[in-house]
């Protein structure tokens, strides 16, 4: 008999509508890994494809980071803020245009992307004060910890539905509930999504292994930024997680990064701040 | 005529049909009164399941439960009945207490400074 998990692959790799990113993203992926790739020559990856150029320029220039002039190019962005910001704001673009109006009744779309979102900022805000090497792809990665949730409530509704019963009958959280009844759970879906979009293996991990930290072996910092941000939007109540409760934090995650009430305090203003500029990071999700 | 439903089920408006009791077998509240949101919150933070309600049957459950969307806080009370649900497994837990004191901090600092809806006015729900 064919394990639940084995069921979902296969509806997942024949399912012809699912979620596709522009071949802009894969490129820029290999080329900022290339050390002979310069500025100009991503900035002309980039502007090939005009309506993410003007996608990401509204990102750039939204209060969120309230520049005092205005920024008009690819080009004039990667010199203020870098090619790798640039980068992760690209895929933040075509993430969200993605799944512009994908929305479905039984699912809360703005909450979810509210949660995301908020994810990101926090990831972004914590890894600037663990001064990370990691900054500018920890929003990313916090933007698409969750994607398989969206995946499973689209493609498998039932057991979606009978996952918010046991949320709400057991007082679960969304991934105890799913394990119950599955034996795995989103990260899982989102991160067989992450590798068909060829992400690169960080940005895979960071998804599949946010509930998981102590299992990690490589890309530590990343996954655990994921983990410590999910934990504080939670704890916010910033967007919908898809269940009331906190997840635990993990103590060598806590201790790995010395954590403490200060920095928390620092970056739990910072998230709240973040949202409140975030208005046109859920506009893109609308047109 | 007395219907019993899950708390889930519980819409505001409903007029509560007989005492409930918490876990511990304490009166949460006599009968009589109508549902309103924060009570039906109140209600899951403090443990019951199950409430009995006048009037006519409940409408059946939808096939598919429909999104319960997250709703704002409005009060520091409200912030501090969602905090109490979103940490109701971390009561003697250190860590996640100096997280919560912070996060009712910061929520509560913030309902005082504005009063427009944002995406972070404290918010419980599911999905």
């Given at each position: 008999?064919?394990?639940?998990m084995?069921?979902y692959?296969?509806v997942?790799?024949s399912?012809k509508?699912?979620?596709?990113?522009?071949?802009?993203?894969l490129?820029l992926?290999s080329l900022?890994r290339d050390p002979?790739?310069?500025a100009?020559?991503?900035a002309e990856?980039?502007?090939r494809d005009?309506?993410?150029?003007?996608k990401?320029?509204?990102?750039v220039?939204?209060a969120?980071?309230?520049?005092a002039q205005?920024v008009d190019s690819v080009?004039?962005?990667?010199?203020?803020?870098g090619?790798?910001?640039?980068?992760s704001?690209v895929?933040t673009?075509?993430?969200?245009?993605?799944?512009k109006?994908?929305?479905f009744e039984?699912f809360d779309?703005a909450?979810?992307?509210?949660?995301?979102?908020g994810t990101?900022?926090t990831?972004?805000?914590?890894a600037?004060h663990l001064?990370?090497n990691?900054t500018?792809?920890?929003f990313?990665?916090?933007?698409?910890?969750?994607l398989?949730?969206?995946i499973f409530c689209?493609?498998?509704p039932?057991?979606?539905?009978k996952v918010?019963?046991?949320i709400?009958?057991?007082q679960?959280?969304?991934s105890q509930?799913?394990?119950?009844?599955l034996g795995?759970?989103?990260?899982?879906?989102?991160s067989?999504?992450a590798?068909?979009?060829?992400?690169p293996?960080?940005?895979?991990?960071s998804?599949?292994?946010?509930?998981?930290?102590?299992?990690?072996?490589?890309?530590?910092?990343?996954?655990?930024?994921?983990?410590?941000?999910?934990?504080?939007?939670?704890?916010?109540?910033i967007?919908n997680?898809?269940d009331?409760?906190v997840?635990?934090?993990?103590r060598q995650?806590?201790?790995?990064?010395q954590?403490?009430?200060t920095l928390?305090?620092t970056?739990f203003?910072?998230?709240l701040?973040g949202?409140?500029n975030?208005?046109e990071?859920?506009?893109?999700?609308?047109? | 005529?007395?219907q019993?439903i899950s708390?889930d089920?519980a819409?505001?408006g409903?007029?509560?049909?007989?005492?409930i009791l918490d876990?511990g077998?304490q009166v949460?509240i006599?009968g009589?009164e109508?549902?309103?949101?924060?009570?039906?919150r109140r209600?899951?933070?403090r443990g019951?399941k199950?409430?009995?309600?006048?009037?006519e049957?409940?409408?059946?459950p939808?096939?598919?439960p429909k999104?319960?969307?997250v709703?704002?806080?409005?009060?520091?009370?409200?912030?501090r009945?969602?905090?109490?649900l979103?940490?109701?497994n971390f009561e003697?837990?250190?860590?996640?207490?100096?997280i919560?004191?912070?996060?009712e901090?910061?929520?509560?600092?913030?309902?005082g400074s504005s009063e427009?809806?944002?995406a972070?006015a404290?918010?419980?729900?599911?999905?």
């Amino acid at each position: 008999m064919a394990t639940a998990m084995e069921d979902y692959k296969s509806v997942l790799a024949s399912a012809k509508d699912l979620p596709t990113l522009p071949n802009v993203v894969l490129r820029l992926h290999s080329l900022i890994r290339d050390p002979n790739s310069g500025a100009a020559e991503i900035a002309e990856v980039i502007n090939r494809d005009v309506a993410l150029t003007s996608k990401t320029l509204r990102l750039v220039n939204s209060a969120f980071y309230g520049f005092a002039q205005r920024v008009d190019s690819v080009a004039h962005a990667i010199v203020i803020m870098g090619m790798n910001k640039v980068k992760s704001l690209v895929l933040t673009a075509s993430v969200l245009d993605t799944f512009k109006n994908r929305g479905f009744e039984s699912f809360d779309y703005a909450g979810f992307w509210e949660h995301a979102i908020g994810t990101g900022i926090t990831a972004e805000a914590l890894a600037k004060h663990l001064k990370s090497n990691v900054t500018e792809d920890a929003f990313v990665a916090g933007l698409l910890h969750d994607l398989g949730k969206l995946i499973f409530c689209q493609y498998f509704p039932e057991d979606h539905a009978k996952v918010m019963h046991l949320i709400n009958e057991q007082q679960l959280t969304v991934s105890q509930a799913e394990n119950q009844l599955l034996g795995f759970d989103h990260t899982l879906i989102g991160s067989w999504l992450a590798e068909k979009w060829k992400f690169p293996e960080e940005l895979c991990l960071s998804i599949r292994m946010h509930h998981e930290p102590a299992h990690a072996r490589v890309h530590r910092d990343r996954i655990w930024l994921v983990h410590a941000a999910d934990v504080f939007t939670r704890a916010l109540g910033i967007g919908n997680g898809g269940d009331p409760f906190v997840p635990e934090r993990h103590r060598q995650v806590w201790d790995h990064f010395q954590l403490n009430a200060t920095l928390v305090d620092t970056v739990f203003q910072q998230a709240l701040d973040g949202m409140a500029n975030a208005g046109e990071f859920l506009e893109l999700l609308k047109n | 005529m007395i219907q019993r439903i899950s708390l889930d089920q519980a819409q505001p408006g409903m007029i509560i049909a007989e005492p409930i009791l918490d876990s511990g077998g304490q009166v949460l509240i006599l009968g009589g009164e109508v549902l309103s949101d924060r009570l039906i919150r109140r209600l899951i933070v403090r443990g019951a399941k199950e409430i009995a309600i006048q009037g006519e049957e409940p409408e059946a459950p939808p096939e598919v439960p429909k999104t319960r969307k997250v709703k704002r806080a409005e009060t520091e009370e409200e912030i501090r009945e969602l905090l109490d649900l979103r940490f109701q497994n971390f009561e003697n837990h250190e860590i996640m207490q100096t997280i919560r004191a912070l996060a009712e901090k910061h929520l509560v600092q913030k309902l005082g400074s504005s009063e427009t809806g944002d995406a972070a006015a404290g918010s419980g729900s599911s999905n």
